[in-house]
């Protein structure tokens, strides 16, 4: 009998998860991607309101990252119109998916549908079928409501919330959580692309609970509005802060030094490379894993080396089952 497929569980959102699927997709993982749909700007934001709906950006990047089509079809797929003013802003994607909850009456339905036409790698789920609004609460005790004001913030952010606090996920974001061998949270956007997801009550409820080993791919750089001057550290304990727990196992960080003006051209924007002191970490509970994930693009922007970080996934899945004698959990 041969090996199982090791089942992955990715919650994130934004660049960062996309990013991090083209790379995955490549390998033999049985991928869920659980996606936040807590965003409320450009068309995203447009189309929510307009169709009352969970907004479909974040998750047609998720279904473009894993699909296995032709490059001009994903092209197509990701076009934003620019011309017309009714259209102008709104990609093709994100109109089809707005287009397939009409004729479904169902978002995760229309996702599961696309899936099937664009010949996804793996189930893409939101991480609620509805639409949600996230708050978030400043250090002063202020309030700023709404996904996209939020990194418009001056003042560091103590929490942030869900209204409505009490909605539902789908139960197969659940069931695959409880299955999988690891669980991914991140890279993205610590408040307004990851915590948002762990803010779905049973979700995060089911990640602390799950067997499978849960892994934070920290974000390579701090970003203004949400974490500047944050750590390594500052980042899982602003997360286990959220969930209530300290669940999270290893963190992976990036251990290469970005060149300077790399740096230069973040400490415009007031970010900066996010640091980590290992015996702290450690000190957390957490198993530390440096490596080099690190790409710049040629617009000096840093992002996830997707193909470094799957190929190291791939061979510590292979070390830790072998060093905790176990097989890959099976359903």
Known sequence: MGKKQTKLVVIGGGTG??????????????????????????SSGRLRDDYDIPPPGDVRNVIAALSDIEPLVEQMFQY?????????????????????????????????????????????????NKKINLHAVLEDGSII????????????????????????PLPEAIRAIHRADYILIGPGSLYTSIIPNLLVKEIGEAVVKA????????????????TISYTAGDHVAAIHKHVGNDFIDSILVNDEELPIPVKELYKEERAEPVTFDVAKLESMGLEVIKRDIATIRQDGTVRHNAANVAE????????????????????
């Open 80 to 128: 934003r119109f620019s011309a017309s003013e009714d259209l102008r802003g709104h990609s093709l994607g994100n109109l089809m998916l707005t287009a397939l909850t009409d004729i479904t009456g169902d978002f995760s339905h229309a996702i599961s549908e696309m899936g099937k036409v664009l010949k996804v790698h793996g189930r893409v789920i939101p991480a609620a």
């Open 145 to 168: 409501e709404g996904e996209s004001k939020i990194p418009t913030a001056t003042k560091r952010i103590n929490r942030v919330f869900l209204v409505p606090e009490n909605v539902q």
């Open 17 to 42: 998860l996309s990013t991090l699927l083209r790379g995955l997709k490549h390998h033999p993982f049985d991928i869920t991607a659980i996606v936040t749909v807590a965003d409320d700007g450009g």
């Open 312 to 331: 190291w996934l791939v061979d510590y899945a292979d070390i830790y089952h072998q060093k905790v004698n176990r097989p890959i959990i099976e359903t």
């Open 211 to 226: 067997k499978g080993r849960k892994i934070y791919v920290c974000n390579l750089m701090t970003q203004k509005g949400e």
